[in-house]
């Protein structure tokens, strides 16, 4: 059966360190795979797309890798911030069919 | 500019009773997606609109859902005789015009339902 995995547990890191969050996909042959950034009581953000002939893409302190053969993605963020403590979505779409396939989301809390 | 909106942003019902969810999109965007995102949950797809396209609904858990966007814009989600496992939050996203359908999606904040 068709899976995305993030990380349940909750990661907890001190404000200027770099937070390391993992997507892993099974059964899936995505096009694109899209990073969204969820604060509580809101709706989905956008921060990132990376397409499938893509390894790495930047924006700002974000960074975001793409690996078909190991079928994960890492979401990076550099000299975090209390402000990035947010739930981070990884979504994938593939070339059948129009929905964006969701991970349940990695909670994320920076302290100072 | 203005974002996706919906209304209500909360909505209790007993269970048997009927909602009707509002999604408002982007002016100009194209197409629509509803979400329905439960405790602990990822989000799950129920429904895409596509300009005057005949609507993907092949996320629709039942035919107790239906959803209607009228003139290309405003979208309802409906659901009937609820259940108290409908209870969730309902998002709605929309795609600009030339934007790649499987790209960056515009989310609202979404209708929190409670069946009682």
């Known amino acids: 059966s068709q899976k995305i995995e993030q990380n349940s547990e909750a990661l907890n890191i001190q404000e200027g360190k770099t937070a390391t969050l993992t997507c892993n996909y099974t059964?899936?042959?995505?096009?694109?795979l899209q990073w969204y950034r969820q604060d509580p009581g809101r709706g989905p953000v956008f921060l990132l797309l990376i397409r499938e002939n893509e390894k790495e893409k930047r924006k700002e302190r974000l960074k975001v890798t793409f690996d078909t053969t190991l079928k994960q993605s890492l979401f990076h963020i550099t000299a975090s911030q209390p402000a990035d403590s947010a739930t981070y979505l990884c979504?994938?779409?593939?070339?059948?069919?129009?929905?964006?396939?969701f991970g349940k989301g990695t909670s994320l809390l920076v302290t100072p | 500019g203005a974002g996706v909106s919906q209304s209500p942003s909360n909505k209790v019902t007993e269970k048997g009773k009927d909602v009707e969810l509002r999604c408002d999109p982007i002016s100009g965007h194209t197409a629509l997606y509803w979400y329905r995102q439960s405790l602990g949950q990822g989000l799950e797809f129920l429904i895409y609109f596509q300009g005057n396209s005949a609507p993907d609904k092949s996320g629709l858990p039942s035919d107790r859902f239906s959803a209607e966007r009228t003139g290309g814009s405003v979208s309802t989600l409906t659901i009937q005789r609820t259940q108290q496992e409908d209870s969730a939050v309902y998002l709605c996203?929309?795609?600009?015009?030339?934007?790649?359908?499987?790209?960056?999606?515009?989310f609202g904040p979404g209708t929190r339902l409670l069946v009682l």
């Open positions: 979504a994938l779409s593939t070339n059948s069919g129009y929905a964006l396939n």
């Open positions: 996203a929309s795609i600009p015009a030339g934007g790649e359908s499987r790209g960056t999606q515009y």
């Open positions: 059964n899936y042959s995505p096009a694109y």
